[in-house]
């Protein structure tokens, strides 16, 4: 039974960086790509980054190219997510998922809250 | 990037009948959807892919069709657990993007 747990969330000032981990366990973590989809309060889904299972193709949304990078531990079996320059609109809950078989994810975080805010 | 855009955005059914969600890609993608619940507070729950394909442990009542641009998701016999809202989401390319969802409610 594949698990995850988000840490790492919090209230951030605008223009800070902060980083959030997803622990993995269950799984064969240096198996499977990794996902962030994050949700705003009140709003829908919104796929953020994929990171392939050994790291070598990485993929962002346009909302977050060039301010977070997507990254992987497999010796810690460690998902991250490096938020920099943060905005008011980064202001969600961001859950890491499993990959299966790039078509969709199978197994979800509890979510981490990051509030974005002076 | 792909849209997706679901339809309706709510709806209200009765305890037993039968519900179909909607989704529309702004081009081909082939069959390359998946579908989620969501539940208030909760994560969401992975139902479907390619199109109509069920996740491990998912229930038969929830099925799903389409391909090309038009993609239904149907939940026969409605219940009151069935209550929440369903996302479908493209994979044929990069960035993957979401449908806006459809909340499901009991009448």
């Known amino acids: 039974q594949a698990q995850l747990v988000e840490s790492g969330g919090g209230v951030i000032q605008p223009g800070r960086s902060l980083r959030v981990s997803c622990a993995a366990s269950?799984?064969?973590?240096?198996?499977?790509?990794m996902h962030w989809v994050r949700q705003a309060p009140g709003k829908g889904l919104e796929w953020v980054a994929v990171?392939?299972?050994?790291?070598?193709?990485?993929n962002y949304a346009d909302s977050v190219k060039g301010r977070f990078t997507i990254s992987r531990d497999n010796s810690k079996n460690t998902l991250y997510l490096q938020m920099d320059s943060l905005r008011a609109e980064d202001t969600a809950v961001y859950y890491c998922?499993?990959?299966?078989?790039?078509?969709?994810?199978?197994?979800w975080g509890q979510g981490t809250l990051v509030t974005v805010s002076t | 990037d792909i849209q997706m855009t679901q339809s309706p955005s709510s709806l209200s059914a009765s305890v037993g009948d039968t519900v179909t969600i909607t989704c529309r890609a702004s081009?081909?993608?082939?069959?390359?959807v998946s579908w989620y619940q969501q539940k208030p507070g909760k994560a969401p729950d992975s139902l479907l892919y390619?199109?109509?394909r069920l996740h491990s442990g998912v229930p038969s009542k929830f099925s799903g069709s389409g391909s090309g641009t038009d993609f239904t998701l149907t939940i026969s016999s409605l219940q009151p657990e069935d209550c929440a809202t369903y996302y479908c989401?493209?994979?044929?390319?990069?960035?993957?993007?979401f449908g806006q969802g459809t909340k499901v409610e009991i009448k």
């Open positions: 998922a499993r990959d299966y078989h790039r078509t969709s994810v199978d197994s």
């Open positions: 269950g799984f064969l973590f240096s198996g499977y790509g």
């Open positions: 990171i392939w299972h050994d790291g070598s193709n990485i």
């Open positions: 081009q081909g993608i082939r069959a390359s």
């Open positions: 390619a199109a109509s």
């Open positions: 989401q493209q994979y044929f390319s990069y960035p993957w993007t």
